[in-house]
């Protein structure tokens, strides 16, 4: 497999173009960049999480997906910053970020 930090960035980058004006996430992300990101595994999800930090909202959903984990709480459910903040929390705990 080549270099996840050159290979996740394109297809993120792909993938954000080609959703442009979609306003179904589910829709989002279910397009075949976004799947192919998930289909990394845990190999990316120290860069994931990196990410979130930029774009809180896409990587909700994939962090989700690939972890099968949710540590967000019903109270921040909706509000995006909180809900990043529970996965980034998540990842100091699993040591993904450091």
């Given at each position: 497999?080549?270099?996840i930090?050159?290979?996740?960035?394109?297809?993120?980058?792909?993938?954000?173009?080609?959703?442009?004006?979609?306003?179904?996430?589910?829709?989002?992300?279910?397009?075949?960049?976004?799947?192919?990101?998930?289909?990394?595994?845990?190999?990316?999800?120290?860069?994931?999480?990196?990410?979130?930090?930029?774009?809180?909202?896409?990587?909700l959903?994939?962090?989700?997906?690939?972890?099968?984990?949710?540590?967000?709480?019903?109270?921040?459910?909706?509000?995006?910053?909180?809900?990043?903040?529970?996965?980034?929390?998540?990842?100091?705990n699993?040591?993904?970020?450091?």
């Amino acid at each position: 497999m080549s270099d996840i930090n050159i290979t996740v960035p394109d297809l993120a980058s792909q993938w954000e173009s080609e959703v442009e004006g979609m306003s179904s996430t589910v829709q989002m992300s279910q397009h075949p960049a976004y799947q192919e990101i998930i289909s990394m595994g845990n190999q990316i999800l120290a860069l994931l999480l990196r990410e979130l930090k930029n774009n809180p909202l896409y990587w909700l959903s994939a962090l989700s997906q690939i972890t099968g984990e949710n540590p967000i709480k019903p109270e921040q459910r909706g509000k995006i910053k909180q809900m990043a903040s529970a996965w980034l929390e998540w990842g100091k705990n699993q040591v993904y970020i450091i």
